[in-house]
C-alpha cells in the first residue's frame, strides 16, 4: 500500500502548489481593488486638428481632466480667467488638472485664440457612494481567498 500512496502525495502536492498561485494572486487582486477604487474620477481630452475634442465637458468636482495634444503643432490649454495654464503642450505631451469648484470654465489655446473649449463642474451625488461598497468588496475576496490558502495549507495526515 505504501507504493501506491507515495506517487498520488505527489500529483496532488503539485497541484496545490498551483491552486496556491492561483489563490495567492486572487488575494492580491482583492486587496488591489481597495486602493484603485479610492481614486477620483478621470477624464481626457484630446487636441486634435486645432480644436479641443470634446470641446465642451461636464464632469463631477474633484475629477482630473488630462488634455492631451495629438497635433505636429504646439497648442496651450489656457483658462480664460487664468485659473489653469499648461504652457506650450508639443505633440504627446500631456497636461493635467483637477478642478475642485463648482463654476464653469471656459478655456482656449494661446497661439490659437480660435481653439476654445468649456468645462463644466457638479456637485457628487451625495445618495448612496458606490465608492464605499467597493473596498468593502475588496476586502472581502482578499479576507476569503487567504482563508481558503489557509485551508490548502492546513497540516495533513
Ligand atoms: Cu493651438
Known amino acids: 500500500m505504501g507504493t501506491n500512496v507515495h506517487p498520488r502525495w505527489k500529483l496532488r502536492s503539485a497541484m496545490n502548489k498551483k491552486l496556491l498561485a492561483a489563490l495567492v494572486l486572487l488575494c492580491l487582486l482583492g486587496f488591489s481593488l481597495n486602493t484603485v477604487a479610492g481614486e477620483g474620477n478621470t477624464g481626457t481630452v484630446d487636441?486634435?486638428?486645432f480644436a479641443f475634442s470634446p470641446g465642451d465637458v461636464t464632469v463631477v468636482?474633484?475629477?482630473?481632466?488630462?488634455?492631451?495634444?495629438?497635433?505636429?503643432?504646439?497648442?496651450?490649454?489656457?483658462?480664460?480667467?487664468?485659473?489653469?495654464?499648461?504652457?506650450?503642450?508639443?505633440q504627446g505631451e500631456s497636461f493635467s488638472y483637477t478642478f475642485d469648484t463648482l463654476d464653469s470654465f471656459s478655456y482656449h489655446c494661446t497661439p490659437h485664440p480660435s481653439m476654445t473649449g468649456?468645462?463644466?463642474?457638479?456637485?457628487?451625488?451625495?445618495?448612496?457612494?458606490?465608492?464605499?461598497e467597493t473596498p468593502g468588496f475588496g476586502l472581502l475576496v482578499g479576507l476569503l481567498s487567504?482563508?481558503?490558502?489557509?485551508?490548502?495549507?492546513?497540516?495533513?495526515?
Do not use: C
Not at 474633484?62 to 506650450?88: E, I, Q, R, Y
Not at 487567504?146 to 495526515?157: E, N, Q, W
Open 47 to 49: 487636441i486634435e486638428n
Open 61 to 90: 468636482n474633484g475629477t482630473t481632466l488630462t488634455w492631451t495634444n495629438l497635433d505636429v503643432d504646439n497648442h496651450t490649454v489656457t483658462a480664460d480667467d487664468g485659473a489653469f495654464d499648461s504652457g506650450l503642450l508639443a
Open 118 to 132: 468649456w468645462v463644466e463642474t457638479t456637485a457628487p451625488q451625495p445618495a448612496p457612494e458606490p465608492a464605499e
Open 146 to 157: 487567504l482563508s481558503v490558502v489557509a485551508i490548502a495549507l492546513r497540516p495533513r495526515d
